[in-house]
């Protein structure tokens, strides 16, 4: 059993690596199956986490991010597709935290958005 594993399931702090799946961890609580990407951006694709830091460490490294064709031929990506979604996501991730902190600082001051 592994310690410290918060799972999004029941919020239970116990679970088991699994033998049978790479990288999936299962609630000694609920049996519930988790992975490491669970609950983030990473999730319901196929690609290497390695590829997801490195369109992390690329993007952040370019003073003002970086495309999809740039992030296609550094990674070596066979599709365009894939490197645009690399670029895509976060940007959504951001833009939706950006509405929700501003549609809560509008509450505070009783104006509508």
């Known amino acids: 059993m592994a310690g410290a594993v918060c799972l999004p399931g029941c919020g239970g702090g116990r679970a088991g ?5 790479a990288f999936i ?13 669970a609950a983030t951006i990473m ?6 986490l390695t ?13 003002h991010g970086i495309s999809a064709l740039q992030l296609q031929n ?6 365009y597709c894939i490197a645009w979604m690399l670029c895509a996501k976060p940007g959504q991730r951001n833009a939706r935290r950006h509405r929700a902190k501003r ?5 505070t001051l009783g104006r509508s958005g």
């Open 103 to 107: 549609d809560r600082a509008c509450r």
């Open 74 to 79: 550094r990674l070596g990506l066979g599709s």
């Open 17 to 21: 690596l699994l033998k049978s799946k």
């Open 43 to 48: 999730r319901a694709n196929k690609l290497l």
């Open 25 to 37: 961890y299962e609630c000694a609580e609920c049996c519930r199956q988790t992975s490491v990407t």
């Open 51 to 63: 590829i997801w830091f490195w369109a992390a460490f690329f993007d952040g490294d370019a003073l």
